[in-house]
């Protein structure tokens, strides 16, 4: 059985988030054993300056290597697009490879630190669209749960 943690940063605030965050994690059990942890976001001023943000990532980025084991997969703008599919087969792979624990990030609004992406595995982009920072966590979990389904053969993914 697969080890999947979801590192992120910030916590959700719609409890509609929370709800389809937590209906995700429910469906997964029959796959995964799921881990969810948020991390502190740093506050910063209204208008930061550049250093002023790169010094809130890598504050964060010391919290989230605490929790980050095995496959770490970044998500990241300049990440790699897959198909659901595709996604489904590269998780595959991985148990293949030997490692049953994978550490998807997501970070901050303003993204994540060189570090964190440095030590990643795989990066991962979810769209070359923009979304809501709060969106990410709920579309990642409905993507996993997919890739799992298709795995299985069932019917979800179609």
Do not use: W
């Not at 010094?55 to 095995?70: D, H, P, Q, R, V």
């Not at 996604?87 to 030997?98: K, M, Q």
Request: proline share 2%.
């Amino acid at each position: 059985m697969y080890n999947i943690n979801i590192i992120c940063v910030g916590k959700l605030k719609e409890d509609y988030l929370r709800g389809a965050c937590a209906e995700y994690s429910k469906r997964m059990q029959a796959f995964a054993n799921l881990k969810v942890v948020e991390i502190d976001e740093c506050r910063l001023s209204d208008k930061p300056s550049q250093k002023e943000i790169n010094n809130a990532l890598e504050t964060e980025a010391k919290s989230i290597l605490k929790y980050a084991g095995g496959f770490i997969v970044t998500m990241c703008i300049e990440g790699k697009q897959l198909t659901s599919p595709e996604l489904s087969e590269r998780l595959n792979d991985i148990a293949v490879a030997g490692t049953s624990e994978i550490s998807f990030i997501i970070g901050s609004s303003f993204g994540l630190s060189d570090t964190i992406k440095s030590k990643s595995d795989m990066k991962l982009s979810m769209s070359k669209m923009t979304f809501p920072h709060q969106l990410a966590r709920v579309m990642l979990l409905e993507q996993v749960y997919r890739a799992f389904m298709i795995s299985s053969g069932k019917s979800y993914h179609k």
